[in-house]
């Protein structure tokens, strides 16, 4: 087994305790004070897109990375310093790169519009922009590349990182195939095209009747009664393993942490089409950021986290033992994880399956989240609603009744407060990602709440969630499910507009 394998962010503490010099050579670590000048400008980056070898479930697995300027995934900046990176791509294929949840010029978004086309293999961009503090992550949006993992974690450390003394732990989560996305979703949308219903190809569905889950048994995979006689999808994908830095619990990532210590650990969903429970085990913990965004304290042991969210959790560590993290899939016993064990700590192991099937994850956390930092009071100056449809069959996802990429833009003005309501008319769960803004939650299924500022929400099977933001990054921005395979399907559009001259 190996320790810290990766996404390895070397902690201050780790740092100050070995006495290493600090200058230049790790370039996420703060070297200047917490005063340090946000436009001080910094060497820039290099991040390759590459290709590389897992071992998954014992198997070799060929998959994409993105390899950071110190050998492993991702990128962490320093207080201050800019996003100032040079993508090379080393993928042998086209790619392009988008900084989830980070706030660039819209040309530097990494969305393939005809503006800013993929960039093809053998070659590099250029990016340099400021970026917002907090737990952010990267993935390719070019066709399917971020099931291959074409993802890596970018964290953005601010003042307060540098004064806590906290050590900090990543943890990226992933759904992993032998199977190529092509066929996964060759086998998702085989019973479309005026075909009679085909059994869903790797579908797990439940059944359900009532709110506890004691009633359920794995052999019952049907549709999820949600009280009224409906059913609700989970899991379109029959996934091989589940993923937590690269590993599985098998042979989970095992970090070393000081007994009694004080964690930071930056939960990163990079999984495309999967939704986790995180289960702290032993540990409780404080949620503090939410999509890198501060939140009011929140305690939790257990923690829904859907496709592309982030939760920033304090921990402190109780004692001198082994504490697995773990990450159960939603609707089924599997999980994934990784262990923080305090030195000479035996690390117990954990089977891959849970004893009991994971609810659905829900909006139980986003109900109770507030934003450190809310919107400025303002009646939206326009309100946009939004219509999530769509089934497993025929497998065809859509906003307001349009399939990307027919789709008419979203046209809003530059300096509106605008407010979108998403309003879920299929028995899925959408991940809603809008590109290039920070939007706070203000509704859910019609009830006003002052809720998170985060850039992806989880729009439950027939609810609605009401999100609002300021008009204040004109260009082109993606809108879509981050269920990489309802996007592929139709469920993006665009919201536009252009800048005040
Ligand atoms: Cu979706």
């Known amino acids: 087994m190996r320790e810290n394998d990766r996404p390895a962010l070397l902690t201050r503490r780790q740092i100050l305790a070995s006495g290493v010099a600090l200058a230049g050579t790790i370039p996420f670590l703060p070297t200047t004070p ?15 897109a590459g290709t590389r070898t897992l071992a998954v479930n014992g198997k070799p697995a060929r998959v994409f990375g993105l390899i950071g300027p110190n050998g492993k995934p991702g990128i962490a900046l320093s207080p201050g310093e800019r ?30 519009w005809p503006q800013t086309p993929p960039l093809p293999a053998g070659e590099t961009r250029s990016y340099d922009y400021a970026p917002i503090a907090g737990t952010y992550w990267m993935h ?6 971020e099931q291959s993992l074409m993802t890596a974690p970018l964290i953005v450390h601010n003042a307060e990182d540098t004064r806590a003394d906290r050590q900090e732990v990543v943890l990226m989560l992933h759904d992993f195939s032998f199977q190529t996305p092509e066929e996964l979703l060759a086998g998702l949308t085989k019973s479309n095209g005026g075909q009679s219903a085909m059994p869903k190809a790797g579908m797990s569905e439940m059944k359900m009747g009532s709110a506890s889950m004691g009633a359920m048994s794995s052999g019952n995979m049907g549709a999820m009664n949600m009280g009224f006689g409906t059913a609700m999808d989970l899991n379109d994908v029959d996934f091989d393993a589940f993923l937590a830095n690269d590993r599985t619990l098998a042979d989970p990532a095992v970090i070393r942490i000081e007994p009694g ?3 930071r650990l930056r939960l990163i969903n990079g999984a495309s089409s999967t939704q986790f429970w995180i289960d702290l085990g032993a540990l409780s913990g404080t949620v503090v950021a939410v999509d890198g965004h501060p939140v009011r304290p929140v305690r ?5 986290l859907a496709m592309a969210q982030r939760l920033d959790v304090l921990i402190n560590i109780p004692g001198n033992g082994s504490y697995p993290i773990v990450a159960q899939v939603e609707g089924k016993g599997a999980r994934t994880g990784i262990v923080l064990a305090a030195p000479g700590a035996p690390v117990s192991r954990l089977g891959g399956e849970a004893g009991e099937i994971a609810p659905p994850v829900d909006l139980s956390l986003e109900r109770r989240l507030a934003a450190v930092t809310p919107l400025a009071p303002r009646v939206p100056d326009v309100t946009h609603r939004v219509i999530l449809a769509g089934s497993m069959a025929p497998y065809a996802w859509s906003m307001n009744g349009e399939y990307w990429p027919n789709v008419k833009p979203l046209m809003i003005a530059h300096g509106q407060r605008v407010a979108i309501e998403m309003v879920n008319h299929s028995m899925m769960a959408h991940p809603m990602h809008l590109h290039g803004h920070a939007f706070q939650v203000v509704a859910i299924n019609g009830a006003s709440l002052a809720g998170a500022v985060r850039d992806t929400v989880l729009v439950p099977p027939m609810g609605s969630v009401t999100i609002a933001f300021d008009a204040d990054n004109p260009g082109r921005w993606a809108f879509h499910c981050h269920n990489l395979y309802h996007m592929m399907t139709g469920m993006m559009t665009e919201v536009r507009y252009p800048a005040i001259i």
């Open 34 to 48: 917490a005063t340090a000048a946000p436009e001080r400008r910094t060497a820039k980056l290099r991040l390759i």
């Open 83 to 112: 996003f100032h990176v040079d993508l090379v791509n080393q993928a042998g294929t086209s790619t392009l790169v988008h900084w989830h949840g980070q706030l660039p010029p819209w040309k530097q978004d990494g969305f393939p």
């Open 140 to 145: 390719s949006h070019v066709g399917m590349q």
């Open 261 to 263: 210590g004080r964690v």
């Open 300 to 304: 939790g042991a257990r923690l829904p």
